[in-house]
């Protein structure tokens, strides 16, 4: 079955660390997202990507890099994670054109003490 | 530019009422609209879509929404609110052209019994 994972689904870390958060999908899919999401709050993108090699930031600035060296896989890293980095991840990935839907992974949720 | 604007922020309903949640989009064509919900802690789902065609779209969990073009509007609807559906709802436009998603602000919805 087609699907996005997302690892870890919790991480708590202290500030300093390098963090990557894992996103891979099984469907093929050309465009892949990154969103940050506080709690009760709207999803901000923070990068995208339309395929191999290439990355996009988002409209909200982030302090994390992504890279998209395979079709399947997006991870986005934090060279020095800090408090203010504490939030939701949500990966997505969609098939080419706009009248696709975006499939979700579950989330990760950071916390940085 | 495109947007997406869901005008309620929070919206509280008794189990078994009936329910609607507005979105209204700003886009220059012909848009791809969508639905999502958000369970606490979890990714998105996707409720139902709009593409073309007839401008009532059914989608799971019996939603339903109609696009209105004079309206610029794209509200769901469920006749009758179960105890579950309590979550977050997230309205998006998918650009023709580009590759972007655009969110609402997303809507709360509590169920009371």
């Known amino acids: 079955e087609a699907d996005i994972y997302q690892t870890p689904r919790y991480l708590v870390i202290g500030t300093g660390k390098k963090i990557t958060l894992e996103c891979s999908q099984t469907?093929?899919?050309?465009?892949m997202y990154w969103y940050q999401q506080d709690p009760g709050m709207e999803l901000h993108l923070i990068h995208y990507s339309y395929g191999v090699n290439s990355t996009e930031k988002g409209d909200l600035s982030s302090e994390s890099t992504v890279s998209r060296i395979r079709t399947e896989h997006f991870p986005l890293t934090l060279e020095s994670a800090r408090p203010s980095h504490t939030s939701q991840y949500l990966c997505?990935?969609?098939?080419?054109?706009?009248?696709?839907?975006?499939?979700f992974g579950q989330g990760t949720r950071l916390t940085v003490v | 530019a495109q947007s997406v604007t869901q005008p309620d922020i929070h919206i509280t309903v008794s189990e078994g009422a009936s329910l609607e949640l507005r979105c209204n989009y700003s886009y220059g064509a012909t848009p791809y609209l969508f639905w999502y919900v958000q369970s606490p802690g979890q990714g998105l789902q996707l409720l139902l879509k709009?593409?073309?065609?007839?401008?009532l779209v059914q989608g799971i969990k019996g939603f339903e929404a109609e696009f209105k073009r004079s309206q610029s509007s794209f509200n769901l609807r469920k006749p009758s609110v179960h105890w579950s559906d309590a979550a977050e709802y997230f309205c998006?436009?998918?650009?023709?052209?580009?590759?972007?998603?655009?969110f609402g602000t997303g809507t709360s919805l509590t169920v009371i019994p």
């Open positions: 997505a990935s969609r098939q080419l054109g706009g009248h696709t839907e975006a499939f």
């Open positions: 469907m093929g899919h050309d465009k």
């Open positions: 709009y593409f073309s065609g007839d401008t």
């Open positions: 998006a436009v998918g650009a023709y052209t580009g590759n972007q998603f655009y």
